[in-house]
C-alpha cells in the first residue's frame, strides 16, 4: 500500500530534506522534493496532487503556511505536517486553524515521526472514504458499497450484481442488524431503476389498522380522518423499487392483498372503484424462518414463494469476522464527523476487543459500540478505556496474566507458550468454523505454519 502513497517533502536545509525523502522512501513511499516553498508551489499549480506534504514553516522563499495555504485550496484533504526549528505556540495555532494536519519541532524524534506520517496517510484514506460515505447517504449506492472482505459478503456481492436489473423479487433472511436494507438499496441503485424511487417499509412498525392505507393509498372519505386523497407507497415507488423489511410481520388479510398486487400488478386504493396499474420491484427481508410461518399458517404458501424467487441470505458478524476491520473503517469518519470528535482510528489493543466480540446485535451494536467509543474518547485514537464493559469482560478469558517470577516461583516457559499458542490456535478454527485459511489470516500466520503448529500439537 505505500508504494501507491506520494508524498511531497519541502525543506530550504538539505540535510533535513535528504534525512526525510530517505526516511520516507525506506517505508515504501514514493517522494517528491522541494528545496522552497516556491518550488513546491509551481509543482502543486503544475497540478500534481500528492497523497500528504511535509514542509518546513520558516523558509527564506515561501514559507510554510504559504504551501499549506496552496495546499489546501488545490486540495482540501489532503494532509499537511509542518516541521520547525523556529515554532511558537502561535504558529502553531494558526497552522492549525489553517488546516495543519500536525506540527513537529526540529530535532525530532525518528519513530515519533514515523507515526505521525502513518497516522496523516490513514487520515488521508479516512476523508476518502467519508467522501464516498456522502455519496452513499444522497443513495448514489453500489454492488461495491457493500462492506466487507468475507467469502460469504464477496458472493452475496456476485449475486446482487447478476440480479440488479432482474425484475424478479428478492427475499433477503438474516439476523436483525445484518445489513439487509443495505443490500436492497445496493441492487436498487445498480439496476435499471435507480433513476426512480426506492422506498423502504417496516411491516413491524405499521399499525394494522393503517398498514393497507400507508401501502395502497386510500381516497377521500374512505374511512374516517380521510380527508384528502393519499398515494400509497406501492404508487410512490413507481418505476422503482419497493422494499419491505420484516415482512413476516405482514398480518394475513394484507399478505392477500399484497399477493394480487404483485400478480395483477395493479393496486386498488382504499375507497377506489378501479384499480391502478403499477411498474414496482418487492425486495423484502425477514428475520423469522418464513418457512416455519408457513407450516404454522401464520404466512401464505404462495406469497412466499412469490417473494422468494431469489434467495439471499445474510450471515450475522460473528460468522465473518474477517468483515469487521471494513466496517468500523467506513463506520468511524462518519460518527467522528457527525459528533465533531478528534477521533480517526482505533488503537491496536482496543482493534483486539473489537475483533473478538461476537456482536448479538451484528452490524447495528458495533455501530453503536463506535458511537459510545467516539462520544468517550478524548484523543485520536480509541482506546480499550473507550469500549462498554461487555467487550472488554468478553476477552478477558483470552488473556493470560504474567506469573510474578522468583527464585522459589518459576515456569517451564517452553510449555507455557505451547499452551497459549494452542489456545489461540484453537479459538481462531472456532471462529472461522474450522476453515484453516481464515484461521491462519486472524493468527497473522501462513497456512502451512498453522498446519505445522497442530500436527507439532498431535
Do not use: W
Amino acid at each position: 500500500m505505500n508504494e501507491n502513497c506520494h508524498i511531497l517533502v519541502v525543506d530550504d536545509e538539505l540535510s533535513v530534506r535528504e534525512m526525510i525523502s530517505l526516511l520516507m522512501k525506506r517505508q515504501g513511499y514514493q517522494v517528491t522534493i522541494a528545496s522552497n516553498g516556491q518550488k513546491a508551489l509551481r509543482l502543486l499549480e503544475e497540478g500534481n496532487r500528492y497523497d500528504l506534504v511535509i514542509t518546513d514553516l520558516a523558509m527564506d522563499r515561501g514559507d510554510g503556511l504559504e504551501v499549506l495555504n496552496h495546499v489546501k485550496t488545490r486540495d482540501p484533504n489532503c494532509p499537511v505536517i509542518l516541521v520547525t526549528a523556529f515554532g511558537t505556540t502561535d504558529t502553531a495555532v494558526q497552522a492549525m486553524k489553517n488546516g495543519a494536519y500536525d506540527y513537529i519541532s526540529k530535532p525530532f524524534n525518528i519513530e515519533e515521526f514515523k507515526m505521525v506520517v502513518a497516522q496523516a496517510l490513514e487520515h488521508r484514506q479516512l476523508v476518502r472514504e467519508n467522501i464516498d460515505l456522502r455519496s452513499r447517504l444522497r443513495g448514489e449506492k453500489k454492488i461495491t458499497d457493500i462492506i466487507g472482505n468475507s467469502e460469504a459478503i464477496k458472493q452475496i456481492i456476485s449475486l446482487c450484481e447478476k440480479i440488479s436489473n432482474s425484475p424478479a423479487s428478492v427475499l433477503l433472511i438474516g439476523e436483525s442488524g445484518t445489513g439487509k436494507e443495505v443490500i436492497a438499496r445496493a441492487i436498487h441503485f445498480n439496476s435499471n431503476r435507480k433513476s426512480a424511487p426506492f422506498i423502504a417499509v417496516n411491516c413491524g412498525a405499521l399499525p394494522e389498522q393503517l398498514m393497507e392505507s400507508e401501502l395502497f393509498g386510500h381516497m377521500k372519505g374512505a374511512f374516517t380522518g380521510a380527508s384528502d386523497d393519499k398515494e400509497g407507497l406501492m404508487q410512490a415507488a413507481q418505476g422503482g423499487t419497493l422494499f419491505l423489511d420484516e415482512i413476516g410481520e405482514l398480518p394475513l388479510p394484507l399478505q392477500v392483498k399484497l399477493l394480487r398486487v404483485l400478480q395483477e400488478r395493479t393496486v386498488r386504493p382504499v375507497g377506489a372503484q378501479k384499480e391502478t396499474p403499477i411498474d414496482v420491484r418487492v425486495l423484502s427481508a425477514t428475520n423469522q424462518n418464513l418457512s416455519r410461518l408457513v407450516d404454522e399458517g401464520l404466512f401464505r404458501t404462495d406469497l412466499f414463494y412469490r417473494l422468494n424467487v431469489i434467495n439471499i441470505e445474510v450471515p450475522p458478524l460473528r460468522k465473518r469476522k474477517e468483515d469487521i476491520k471494513p466496517l468500523i473503517n467506513f463506520f468511524l469518519p462518519q460518527i467522528a464527523a457527525e459528533s465533531g470528535s478528534r477521533a480517526r482510528g482505533v488503537h491496536p489493543d482496543a482493534m483486539r476487543f473489537l475483533m473478538d466480540f461476537n456482536y448479538p446485535g451484528n452490524i447495528r451494536e458495533l455501530k453503536n459500540i463506535l458511537e459510545r467509543a467516539v462520544a468517550l474518547t478524548s484523543g485520536d485514537l480509541i482506546t480499550p478505556n473507550d469500549l462498554p464493559p461487555k467487550l472488554l469482560k468478553n476477552s478477558t478469558d483470552s488473556i493470560i496474566p504474567a506469573p510474578n517470577l522468583n527464585a522459589q516461583n518459576g515456569i517451564d516457559l517452553d510449555a507455557t507458550l505451547s499452551k497459549v499458542e494452542s489456545q489461540y490456535i484453537q479459538k481462531a478454527l472456532q471462529q472461522t468454523g474450522g476453515v484453516q485459511s481464515a484461521a491462519a489470516k486472524l493468527l497473522g500466520i501462513t497456512v502451512r505454519s498453522l498446519r505445522y503448529r497442530l500436527n507439532k500439537d498431535e
